[in-house]
């Protein structure tokens, strides 16, 4: 129920405008928020370099509705990479990309010019790009810019959605020697005909899809937080006998940080999702659609207006 009303509050623009007005809305922003801008963000990628920890830098931002909008987007991850090979933080660090901020919904071919912008990017700075998973509707198309952009730069990476009934399938394509492929579980309210709703389904999910990438010839990244899952992991990388260098764990920035350090101490790879920018809302509206029992930091906030 919760949950439900976090998904309408991420579409909200009049709550956004509230939310965002809010002062004390800023304390849990900084909690999964690197800060505004790209300097903040290398500032808190070189605080988790120096613990261990790799990083996928995203730009925040879904809302992008002309040419000019997309191309600033394309524009801003382009100095990024700039920012970060100058820094030293590279291969290390690299970017997440979501193709509805490059102009997905207006033009997928202008999307995918501007992908490739990023890509070749990416590339000069000897790092990759990974293509955020979005809304079931644009699946297909993500796919499909994908796997254009593979031809050049092979090591683009996917993301999967566990919650899709879809994604077993997808899995196996995908699952390919060079194929770098992150799996969640999925962050957006999508109906029963096209994702399983119980926890316990897309858990199974999961680990059927875990199975796949694990035995497969790619590089599956292990992006949950759940302890359960995390286990089924480390457990499935001793068994298909893959070593450090052979897959690796994603969490996001600000979420379970001592397990982050348990993973990297234990020796496995560990890479922290780093979002920054001003448009945080919809982000920070999923993260507590994820965990419902924190709305009381919401109302917090918005009271002491
Ligand atoms: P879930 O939220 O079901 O939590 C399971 C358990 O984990 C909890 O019961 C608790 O034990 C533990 N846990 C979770 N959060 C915790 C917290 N804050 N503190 C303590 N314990 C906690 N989604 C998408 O649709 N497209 C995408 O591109 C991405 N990209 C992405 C990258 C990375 C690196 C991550 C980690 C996640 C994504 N996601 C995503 C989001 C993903 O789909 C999903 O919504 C969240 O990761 C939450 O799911 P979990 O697997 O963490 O489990």
Not at 33 to 58: C, N, P, T, W
Request: aromatic share 6%.
């Amino acid at each position: 129920m919760l949950r439900s009303l976090f998904f309408a509050a991420a579409g909200s623009a009049r709550l956004e405008r509230l939310v965002e007005s809010a002062p004390a809305s800023l304390g849990i922003v900084r909690r999964f928020v690197a800060g505004d801008d790209g300097e903040e963000a290398l500032r808190v990628a070189r605080e988790l370099a120096d613990d261990g920890l790799a990083v996928s830098l995203v730009h925040l931002g879904e809302g992008t509705e002309t040419t000019a909008q997309a191309q600033a987007v394309r524009d801003e991850y382009v100095a990024l990479l700039g920012r970060l090979r100058h820094a030293g933080l590279t291969p290390a660090a690299e970017v997440s990309v979501k193709l509805s901020a490059l102009g997905q919904r207006i033009d997928e071919k202008m999307a995918y010019e501007n992908a490739r912008a990023i890509c070749a990017a990416a590339a000069d700075a000897g790092t990759t790009v990974t293509l955020d998973a979005e809304d079931h509707s644009t699946t297909d198309a993500t796919l499909e810019t994908l796997l254009e952009l593979r031809r050049d730069f092979p090591a683009t990476g996917a993301v999967l959605q566990a919650y899709l009934r879809r994604t077993e399938g997808d899995c196996r394509e995908l699952s390919t020697a060079g194929s770098r492929v992150r799996l969640c579980k999925g962050a957006y309210a999508e109906p029963e005909s096209v994702a399983y709703q119980s926890a316990l389904d897309v858990d199974k999910s999961y680990v059927r899809c875990l199975n796949i990438l694990m035995s497969g010839e790619g590089y599956p990244m292990v992006a949950t937080h759940d302890p359960r899952l995390i286990a089924i992991a480390e457990d499935r990388a001793r068994w298909f006998d893959r070593s450090t260098g052979e897959y690796e764990f994603q969490l996001l920035y600000g979420v379970r940080q001592e397990e982050q350090a348990r993973l990297a101490a234990g020796g496995h790879a560990v890479r922290v999702y780093l979002p920054y920018g001003t448009q945080w809302y919809g982000y920070l509206m999923r993260r507590l659609a994820e965990r419902p029992g924190k709305v009381t930091l919401l109302a917090q906030a918005l009271s002491s207006r």
